[in-house]
Structures are given as structure tokens and as C-alpha cells.
């Protein structure tokens, strides 16, 4: 009997890929990066997600090659384990067990068996130690290395603030104003400090620290935008350094080239700056990168170079500083006001990005497929200037029409509403409808009549507005003759309910029923003649949300209130079918199968409820979901239904629920264990993933995971002739070229294997092939044969590409011979 898997919350994507420095590969192919709990490894020729590398348990904080094979990483974590992967397979080859917090890992090519981390000092809040970390050579996956020696005790936690000098002969670290350098021969320590303002009242505070790769050279930078390049700093009283300056705010990271002929430095106003042998007066710019830059990386080979900006982005970038690659991951802004929404058309989930934008975001990849400018103004940086904001976003069924509002708010209140429509030229979303002020306060909600068959002939958008009212718009035709569109929206309809502000709205599955909360009142419309037809309440409290039950509980009507209560009502009986005492901060049903999924606030934590409406007994009950408070959540539709064994968790089989913290971290649910997720079940090699997604590829990656599937399912398949077993596709695919014969030649035979029969094979000749292909290596089986072989003329070509021919009925042999006497010979001028 298999033992039910326990739920657990993972960090499926969305994470800041700016959490610590990205890497290159030795030969800069690929660069790797931080991603949550996760390390990611991207083709930099492609920007594609190559591996991910699964199984730290918590955050991970940093990544070093291994310099002793560059095919491999370390990478180090909160979860007190440092773990070294192949990184090439995504396979995990040892998991060192420090049994500390680890904040920052360092690696150098002089240490073999050890390498450099920051930890929390013991006993004592906000201090910090870096320590080498001896790691034994022993037999075993796991091993604990609790040998522990301390470099440097009062360092900064932050990885940009500690640095290893030439060939590992030194280490710099830097906190507030104060710069202390241990040299490990001598054993010697050296400190140097600044005054916390200079004479222009600039800020000296210590940014950023890094080393020169040739000589003895520290560069710092500084909170007024300032770089010192320390030298002679062997003696504590006759060190000097040279000033840099051309940032006008902090400088947030530093770093050298290869040969340390140059120096790169970013900042908050998103330019990369490259200094020139040291000089003041030689630097070269990159601006109008985006945002501020976070971290910069240089790869070993100086042909690249690696930026990571806040706003989840990492740009690539050639060495003569000419942009190359950009990898976009989710957007965090200040606030999400949009909530998660999910786009029907890309299962992509859709919130605010970039300020005024709408940002597609691809679960898969994890990574932004596009983002939609929705206020089409200028973004102006500036503290305090109150501009338009983007704060509700809704799709339609079919994803056709999309719904978004805008506001501002000055002396006056300025409101917009606008409805667009999927161009399928351009395949994406254009201005159809701009409709000012259609609330006279605030949208609460918004939402389309989300029956499929009603949006090509009537779609319906309902918006609530604390000014009291909601309001339906419906499509007219525009009767304008110079009207750019044939069609646009209009309201239809205006409901109140005795004055009270409206603050939420749903419509039932079928499209027949509309519910609107007004404080503590619900009340459900009729969509067709607007006709009130119950209310609903359960004082005290204001109602928070509410959701119609789907497919066989569509009849129930869901509520929560702020004072604690989750209620459903029965819509056929109108009475009250149960209710329970919970602080619902999240509801949010499921669109393919009738489970609702309850987030709830308990004291310090939140915990998830997922229930039938028709069973007040909840069905899966997950308490101490994270210590954040959640504040969105949503369900997003598989391409493939999971196989879960546990029946607690099969509302997970069809969807997969989504929720996104007040920290703006996306997190999911899985069944699997951190070693059922540790690597991809394909172990195909990273070579093989980066090649560039063309239809050929797709036709090679299809065959091989379908043969894949059927070898691990032990199905016995029969092939069709023309497809997967055709012995000239396979040795177009597998034969070196060099060996191959001219095009010429092979062209008929390639002809020849796409030919299909008309008629179809008798159960007989069917499992007389099955037979046939469990025993190729068996010549001379020729009793159960009722096919004959071809000419043994006709034989040639396929013997010398090595395959045994497909055998053919006697009508499929008597139309090939047919098509033969045809010339193929013009194919081969292609």
C-alpha cells in the first residue's frame, strides 16, 4: 500500500532572481542564478530555461562553480546545507549539512576542500561571522561538515560586501564606515575607517566591496555615489586610495574584468559604467537598463558580462557593452491591486507590473511573456506626484475581452474604465471602449458573465462602486460612421440596494444569476430582467467576498464576512445550509470541479481550507501555510491532469491553486517530495535542452518522449510506417553527416518511408508485426509471416544505411511500386 504524500508548500516561481550574485559557466554558455528555494540555469544564446536544480528546502543564498570542475556548482541555503550538483544533468552529487543559516558562499581555487560562508554569530542578534567550511572527501550523498573555522567575526550579511583578493592571498569586508582586510599567510589583520560624512556632508557609509584579480587593489563604493580603489593597504598607516565618481546616489555593486583592466559599477539610475585602467577621465556608459542594478557578474572568459536589476531582471551583456540578452522574470511592485487574475487564452497569471502595465506572467517558464502598457501615459519618478493607477483587471470567458480601471486621486477623483479586445493579427489586446468617470466613487469589484456561449452573443461586464450603485454594460453597435470599430460598450442597467455601498459581485455558473454584496446584505439578480430575487445576511460584519458553487453545487451561494464567518446559503430554499466561525481573508472557487479553497488569518499564521458546499466538513484542512499573511489566490487549469494517489488532495488533479503573500512571494502546493522533485525525469543532457525551439526540433522531442513514455509505461507500441519507425528518419537523425550518402540518393528512400496504406491492417498482421519487432535480432522466423519481402534490388539502399526494411501487404508493395517509376530526382535541388 502506497502511503498518502504529505502537502507541502514550495515556492514554485516568481522568486527574485536578483537574490544573489548570478554565475556563468566556464565556457559561458549558460548562467545560473538564485531563483527561491530553487538554482536556475538559463542558455544565454536563447534566454531559455535550460535546468532547474530542486531540493535546498529554503531560501537559497548563494552559488560558486566548483574550482576544481567547472562542471560543477555549489550552492548554499537558509536550510543550513551547502550541495554540490552537476550542474550540465541537474543531478545532485552531495549535500554538505553545516547546521547553520547560510547567508553567503565563496569559493576559491587555492582552498580544495573547503569553502567560505557567512553565518549568524551564536547568541548574539544581527551579527554575523565569515567561516571556512571544511568539506570532507567521504563516501555518501549526505554528510555533515561541521568543522568550522572563523575568518572574520562583525561582517555584513549581504554577499556584496565581502571579497577575496589575488589568488585567495586576502579577504576584504566591509560594514557601515569600517573596511577590515585579513591576509591569510601572515595571519595579520588590518582595519581602516572613514568618517560618516565627508566635508561636503556626502554619505561614506560602505556599499559594495570588491578585488582586484592581479594586483592588490580593493575597490569600495560608497551611499554618495563615490568608488575608492584602496592600494598599499598591507600597513595600517601609509595605505592610499584614489576617488571615482560619477553616480549620483549609492553605488550598489562593483566588479572587476577578467584581467582587471577595467571596472564595472551600477547603481539606481540603471547604467552600467565601465572605468577604464582606473582613470577618472576613461569610462564607457550602458544606460537605460531598466532599473536599478543590483548585482553585476563577469564571466570567465571577459566576453560577457551579467547584470540583476529589481525589478526581477537579469540583462546579459557583451564585454564592449552592447546589449545582448534580456531574461524578465515576475515583476514586484509596491502594491498588487489587481489581484492574481488568469488569462484563459495563456493559463498565464496576470497582475500589475511595471507601473501602468499589466504583466503576462508564464507559470511554466517562469518567466514574463509580455506585458500590456494599460494607462499608455509617461511614468514620472518622482516622490509624492499622485498618477494614474492600475487597480482592477478582469477577462471574459474566453479570454476575448479584457476589463481594466484606472484611478487617481487629487482634489478629485479621476476614474477610467476601459474594454479591450484580442486582435488575433497581432495577437494581442486593443483599445475598444474608454469610459470616463463610470462610478462617481471607487470600483470594489468587477466582473464578466462568465458563461462561454454568452460572450460572442452577449457579453456582460458588471462593476460595483462604493458610490451605492452597480452598474451592467453590454455591447451596442456604434451607429458612428467614422468609428474606428463596428461595436462598443454601453451601460445597460444601474441597481442600488437602500443606499448601501456595493462591494462585491459574481454571476452564477450558467450566466442566469448575478450576486451583489452591499455591506452586510447580499442580494441576487435575475441578468436577464433585473429583477431582484433574494437577499441574504448574517450580521454582524460586512460582507468580504462571496462565489457561486459550480457544477453539481451551483445551487449554494458562498459568503465570508470581516467579523469571521464563512456562510452558505442554499439559492433553491433560500435558507441558511451552514455556516462556521472562520476569518476568511481569501475565498476562491475552483472553475473545474466544485471545490472552494478558504485562506484564512489565525493569530500568526494563515492556513488553507478546501471544501465541498454541499459538506460543511472541509475536505482538506493545511493549517500553518506560511507566517505571511496571504492576500491573493487563484486556480489555474492544468494541460494534463496530476496523478495523485491521496484522495485528501485529488481537488488538486485538475487545477493547481496559486496564492501571493503580502511579501509578494508565489508559492504553490505539492505532493511530491524534495527527492520526487530533485531532478527532471527526462535527464536529458543541458546540451540538448538549449537547442533553439524549431518545428524540426519539436518533431525530434516528441518522438523521444513518447518513446520515453512508452519504455517506462512497458507498453508494447505499434508504430505507424511513415512516422516514428521509419528507418530513413532514423538514420537522417543519428548518422554522422560525413558518412551519409548525397541527398540525391536518399531522397526516394525518405519518399518511400512517408507512404501510407490505404487500407488497413487486418488484427492478424498486426500482431504478427508486433511479434516481428520483439524479435529483429531472429532472421529467420519466416513461418508466421503472410508478407513478402521486396526485391532484393529494392533492398539495397536500405542495407547500407544499416535497417532491416519494414515489411509491406501485398497491396501497400503493389501501389509503392507505382509511385517508384515517378522521378523524385528535383527534391534534391533544395
Known amino acids: 500500500m502506497v502511503a498518502p504524500a504529505a502537502l507541502r508548500v514550495v515556492r514554485c516561481g516568481g522568486s527574485k532572481l536578483h537574490g544573489a550574485r548570478a554565475v556563468f559557466s566556464a565556457d559561458a554558455r549558460y548562467l545560473l542564478c538564485t531563483s527561491g528555494d530553487f538554482v536556475k540555469m538559463y542558455s544565454v544564446g536563447t534566454e531559455e530555461t535550460v535546468c532547474m536544480l530542486q531540493g535546498h528546502a529554503d531560501l537559497v543564498t548563494g552559488i560558486q562553480l566548483n574550482p576544481q570542475n567547472h562542471l560543477q556548482l555549489y550552492s548554499s541555503s537558509l536550510d543550513g546545507t551547502i550541495k554540490l550538483w552537476d550542474f550540465t544533468d541537474g543531478i545532485l552529487i552531495k549535500t554538505f549539512i553545516v547546521g547553520y543559516k547560510l547567508l553567503a558562499l565563496y569559493a576559491l581555487a587555492n582552498c580544495e576542500d573547503s569553502v567560505f560562508a557567512v553565518i549568524p554569530k551564536s547568541g548574539e542578534r544581527d551579527s554575523f561571522q565569515l567561516v571556512s567550511v571544511k568539506l570532507t572527501k567521504t563516501a555518501g550523498q549526505e554528510m555533515e561538515a561541521k568543522e568550522l573555522s572563523v575568518i572574520l567575526d562583525g561582517v555584513d550579511e549581504s554577499p556584496k560586501h565581502t571579497a577575496f583578493g589575488r589568488e585567495g592571498e586576502y579577504v576584504a569586508s566591509v560594514k557601515e564606515v569600517n573596511l577590515q582586510v585579513y591576509f591569510f599567510k601572515r595571519k595579520q589583520m588590518n582595519r581602516f575607517s572613514l568618517s560618516a560624512t565627508n566635508t561636503k556632508g556626502g554619505n561614506n557609509r560602505f556599499t559594495c566591496v570588491a578585488c582586484h584579480p592581479k594586483e592588490d587593489c580593493i575597490a569600495t563604493g560608497h551611499g554618495d555615489g563615490k568608488i575608492r580603489l584602496w592600494r598599499n593597504f598591507c600597513h595600517n598607516k601609509e595605505y592610499t586610495f584614489s576617488t571615482l565618481h560619477w553616480h549620483h546616489d549609492i553605488v550598489m555593486d562593483l566588479a572587476f574584468s577578467v584581467e582587471g583592466t577595467s571596472l564595472l559599477s551600477g547603481g539606481i539610475e540603471s547604467v552600467l559604467v565601465q572605468w577604464h585602467n582606473g582613470s577618472d577621465c576613461k569610462k564607457d556608459f550602458l544606460p537605460r537598463l531598466g532599473s536599478a542594478i543590483e548585482y553585476i557578474s563577469v564571466s570567465s572568459d571577459g566576453t560577457s558580462y551579467c547584470t540583476s536589476h529589481t525589478d526581477n531582471r537579469i540583462t546579459i551583456i557583451n564585454s564592449n557593452l552592447r546589449f545582448s540578452k534580456s531574461i524578465q522574470g515576475l515583476i514586484k511592485g509596491r502594491d498588487v491591486k489587481t489581484g492574481l487574475v488568469v488569462d484563459p487564452r495563456t493559463k498565464a497569471l496576470v497582475l500589475n507590473g511595471e507601473p501602468g502595465h499589466l504583466q503576462f506572467y508564464c507559470l511554466q517558464s517562469d518567466k514574463q511573456l509580455y506585458s500590456l502598457d494599460i494607462v499608455q501615459q ?160 448574517h450580521p454582524p460584519g460586512k460582507i468580504r467576498n462571496i462565489c457561486f458553487g459550480r457544477l453539481t453545487c451551483s445551487k449554494y451561494l458562498i459568503g465570508a464576512t470581516d467579523h469571521g464567518f464563512l456562510c452558505c446559503w442554499n439559492l433553491l430554499s433560500c435558507a441558511l445550509e451552514w455556516s462556521a466561525q472562520l476569518n476568511v481573508l481569501v475565498l476562491q472557487p475552483d472553475p473545474l470541479s466544485e471545490h472552494i479553497a478558504a485562506v484564512s488569518w489565525l493569530s500568526k499564521d494563515s492556513s488553507l481550507f478546501v471544501f465541498k458546499p454541499n459538506k460543511p466538513r472541509p475536505i482538506c484542512i493545511q493549517r500553518n501555510l506560511c507566517k505571511e499573511k496571504i492576500q491573493f489566490a487563484a486556480f489555474v487549469p492544468r494541460d494534463i491532469p496530476e496523478t495523485i494517489v491521496s484522495e485528501k488532495y485529488l481537488w488538486l488533479r485538475r487545477s493547481q491553486l496559486y496564492f501571493l503573500t503580502n511579501t509578494q512571494e508565489l508559492m504553490t502546493f505539492s505532493t511530491k517530495s524534495p527527492e520526487e522533485r530533485l531532478t527532471p525525469s527526462s535527464k536529458q543532457l543541458a546540451v540538448e535542452e538549449s537547442l533553439p525551439m524549431t518545428p524540426f526540433s519539436l518533431l525530434l522531442g516528441k518522438h523521444r518522449q513518447q518513446s520515453q513514455e512508452d519504455v517506462d509505461l512497458g507498453k508494447v507500441v505499434i508504430h505507424n510506417h511513415h512516422n516514428q519507425d521509419s528507418p530513413a528518419v532514423k538514420e537522417l537523425l543519428h548518422t554522422p553527416a560525413h558518412v551519409l550518402p548525397s541527398a540525391s540518393f536518399l531522397c526516394p528512400i525518405f519518399i518511400n518511408s512517408l507512404l501510407t496504406s490505404k487500407e488497413s491492417k487486418s488484427a492478424e498482421e498486426i500482431a504478427d508485426e508486433v511479434e516481428m519487432e520483439s524479435e529483429e535480432a531472429e532472421d529467420d522466423s519466416d513461418e508466421e509471416r503472410d508478407i513478402i519481402e521486396m526485391e532484393q534490388d529494392d533492398l539495397r539502399p536500405m542495407d547500407f544505411l544499416g535497417e532491416t526494411t519494414c515489411r509491406l501487404s501485398k497491396s501497400q508493395e503493389k501501389e509503392l511500386r507505382k509511385i517508384r517509376k515517378m522521378d523524385y530526382s528535383w527534391i534534391s535541388s533544395f
Not at 460598450?489 to 450566466?511: K, L
Request: glycine letters at 4%; charged letters at 25%.
Open 378 to 537: 509617461e511614468y514620472i519618478h518622482q516622490a509624492g506626484l499622485n498618477q494614474l493607477d492600475l487597480v482592477k483587471v478582469a477577462f471574459s470567458a474566453q479570454g476575448k475581452w479584457l476589463a481594466t480601471v484606472e484611478e487617481r486621486e487629487e482634489t478629485d477623483l479621476e476614474l477610467q474604465l476601459k474594454l479591450w479586445v484580442f486582435d488575433e493579427e497581432t495577437q494581442s489586446f486593443k483599445l475598444n471602449t474608454r469610459i470616463n468617470m463610470p462610478h462617481e466613487d471607487h470600483i470594489t469589484a468587477m466582473c464578466f458573465r462568465d458563461r462561454d456561449e454568452f460572450e460572442d452573443d452577449s457579453p456582460m461586464l458588471v462593476t460595483a462602486g462604493k458610490d451605492c450603485l452597480f452598474k451592467a454594460w453590454v455591447i451596442v453597435e456604434d451607429t458612428d460612421p467614422e468609428a474606428q470599430q463596428s461595436v462598443s460598450w454601453s451601460c445597460d442597467f444601474v441597481g442600488s440596494y437602500h443606499n448601501y455601498q456595493a462591494t462585491n459581485c459574481c454571476f452564477s455558473e450558467d450566466g442566469s444569476l448575478l450576486a451583489v454584496s452591499f455591506e452586510e446584505t447580499i442580494t441576487v439578480w435575475d441578468s436577464v430582467t433585473w429583477d431582484l430575487k433574494c437577499t441574504f445576511c
